[in-house]
Every structure is written in structure tokens, then in C-alpha cells.
């Protein structure tokens, strides 16, 4: 093995290839932290969480007013441009914070309304009823999040909606194989 003093790099000679291993120059920013000092910075940062966690039902509700009020903004002029992007991004917004925020059935809604919304063909086509029962049940979810039987009740609405979503979609893109693999995916948000 040899070692190139001036630039750092290790390599290493074989019969049949060499493998070089460039410096690595976070070492020099590293801080190291021992035992004794009592500093965690993972306990610093769950004290934080905790601390603004009530403020999280707040959020949210300022969250599923954006999304009522981009919906409101579609039924007014149809899916232009500017509606449908601002329903979508109003909706990946709940579905990336919500479980976070300790609304987990919002999120799993929002990634089914944000699927119907990046896959289906003809946006116009879609029954305004799929995409008002999305809506209202964020609203329903967020609202209502605080009673003790609701979380059971969210979930299984979340699913019921996502079956729902995804049999309208593989129907619509029957004739579309690049969004039916999509479609088909499971989903990957957290806490569903």
C-alpha cells in the first residue's frame, strides 16, 4: 500500500487493479465528544422537538387551510397550471409533515391525494368527489385528531381512500405502463 504524502490519497496496488481512497476531509471539522460532558446532542434535539411539539396541531391546521383554499382556487377556474401546482405542493407539504407533526393518517391522505394529482392522465376527468373525500378527510384527520377513537378511524380511511385512488388510477392508465409501475408501487410514507 502506498500512501501519496502530498495529497493525501491511499492506494492500494493489485495484479489486477488499483483502488484509491481520497482523503477524507470532514476528519479536520470532526469534533469529538467525550463521554464525560454531558452534551447529547440526539436528547438536545428531542428536548427541541418537545418543546415546540404543541405547536405542531396549529401547524397543521394552517396546513389543511392551504389545501382547502387550493382546492377552492380549482373549482373557481378549473386545473390550470398554477391551481393544480398549487394543490399538489399544498398537498406533498402534509404529506412530508404530518406524520411528524404526529398526524399520520394526514400524511398517508395527502401522498394518496398527491398520486391522484401526479398520475392521472386528464386532471379534469378525475370525479370531483375522489379528490373533495381527499380533502375533507385531512380536515376531518387534522380537526378531529385530538378525540381518542379517531386515530383508528383515520387509518382505516386513509386505506379505504388509497384503494380507491389506486383502482382509479391502474383504470385510467391501463393504456400507460411507465405510471401503472408507479401506481403499483407501495407507498413510502412514513407511519402508514
Not at 7 to 12: P, V
Amino acid at each position: 500500500m502506498a500512501k501519496d504524502k502530498s495529497s493525501g490519497l491511499e492506494i492500494r496496488s493489485y495484479v489486477t487493479h488499483h483502488v484509491i481512497t481520497p482523503p477524507n476531509p470532514l476528519r479536520s471539522v470532526l469534533r469529538h465528544v467525550d463521554g464525560k460532558s454531558g452534551d447529547d446532542p440526539v436528547a438536545r434535539a428531542e428536548r427541541a422537538l418537545a418543546g415546540l411539539s404543541g405547536e405542531f396541531k396549529g401547524w397543521m391546521v394552517v396546513e389543511a387551510e392551504r389545501l382547502s383554499v387550493a382546492y377552492a382556487a380549482v373549482r373557481r377556474q378549473g386545473f390550470t397550471d398554477a391551481t393544480s401546482e398549487e394543490l399538489f405542493r399544498a398537498a406533498h407539504d402534509i404529506k412530508g409533515d404530518a406524520a411528524t407533526f404526529g398526524f399520520p393518517s394526514a400524511a398517508a391522505t395527502a401522498d394518496s391525494l398527491c398520486r391522484i394529482i401526479e398520475h392521472a392522465p386528464d386532471l379534469e376527468k378525475v370525479p370531483p368527489e375522489l379528490i373533495e373525500h381527499h380533502i375533507n378527510a385531512i380536515q376531518a384527520i387534522v380537526h378531529e385528531h385530538t378525540k381518542f377513537d379517531t386515530v383508528a378511524i383515520s387509518s382505516e380511511l386513509s386505506r379505504r381512500l388509497r384503494r380507491v385512488a389506486d383502482e382509479y388510477l391502474a383504470h385510467v392508465n391501463r393504456g400507460r405502463p411507465e405510471h401503472l409501475e408507479a401506481i403499483l408501487a407501495p407507498s413510502i410514507v412514513p407511519g402508514e
